[in-house]
T-cell receptor, first 115, second 116 residues
Framework: DTGVSQDPRHKITKRGQNVTFRCDPI?????LYWYRQTLGQGPEFLTY????????KSRLLSDRFSAERPKGSFSTLEIQRTEQGDSAMYLC?????????????FGEGSWLTVV | AQSVTQLGSHVSVSEGALVLLRCNYS??????LFWYVQYPNQGLQLLLK??????LVKGINGFEAEFKKSETSFHLTKPSAHMSDAAEYFC??????????????FGKGTRLHILP
């Protein structure tokens, strides 16, 4: 299976620590998205890339958050100085550019718990 | 700005009964519309999508949805519920014009409970 892969699947960290999540998109998908989902809510858009270019960042993405996609393939999402409010599932998704219907394909998500 | 509203955060139906999950959208441009399903501790899986072709869209697992522009609705239905349909369902919208700002925006979700 060559779907969207996310690592780690679960992360427990102490408040104030930095964490990094990795996403490997479906091969040859040049768009990559990050979403955040909290319990009982729908996914909230954080940011997306087309190849290595970061095209948009949500206001939800404070300056403690940074995302990169240096070679236009995998992406990392780093959270610095974590806070309890950062506890959520971080979802990565990818799509071919201008695919019919803009369908995006999600990974299994990375759960973050800040204690 | 685009948005979707899902009516009912929880819906319960008996096994074998009709499933109806409601979604209304708001969009200033022609929309693409989606339904995704999420099982516990998993990512989201595409059920079906509307891309301005047929207004009645058939998806996986026996689900279908009808695009009604006059009502700005895209409700999800299934004639006969199965226990395995118990999950969270998300309606979503994106810009069909292929503009740069064409990310997908999700609703808050509806949790479907199936009663034996």
């Amino acid at each position: 299976d060559t779907g969207v892969s996310q690592d780690p699947r679960h992360k427990i960290t102490k408040r104030g620590q930095n964490v990094t999540f990795r996403c490997d998109p479906i091969s040859e998908h040049n768009r990559l998205y990050w979403y955040r989902q909290t319990l009982g809510q729908g996914p909230e858009f954080l940011t997306y890339f087309q190849n290595e270019a970061q095209l948009e960042k949500s206001r939800l993405l404070s300056d403690r958050f940074s995302a990169e996609r240096p070679k236009g393939s995998f992406s990392t999402l780093e959270i610095q100085r974590t806070e309890q409010g950062d506890s959520a599932m971080y979802l990565c998704a990818s799509s071919p550019f201008r695919s019919s219907g803009n369908t995006i394909y999600f990974g299994e998500g990375s759960w973050l718990t800040v204690v | 700005a685009q948005s979707v509203t899902q009516l009912g955060s929880h819906v319960s139906v008996s096994e074998g009964a009709l499933v109806l999950l409601r979604c209304n959208y708001s969009s200033s441009v022609p929309p693409y519309l989606f339904w995704y399903v999420q099982y516990p501790n998993q990512g989201l899986q595409l059920l079906l999508k509307y891309t301005s072709a047929a207004t009645l869209v058939k998806g996986i697992n026996g689900f279908e949805a009808e695009f009604k522009k006059s009502e700005t609705s895209f409700h999800l239905t299934k004639p006969s519920a199965h226990m395995s349909d118990a999950a969270e369902y998300f309606c979503a919208v994106s810009d069909a014009l292929g503009n740069r700002d064409d990310k997908i925006i999700f609703g808050k979700g509806t949790r479907l409970h199936i009663l034996p």
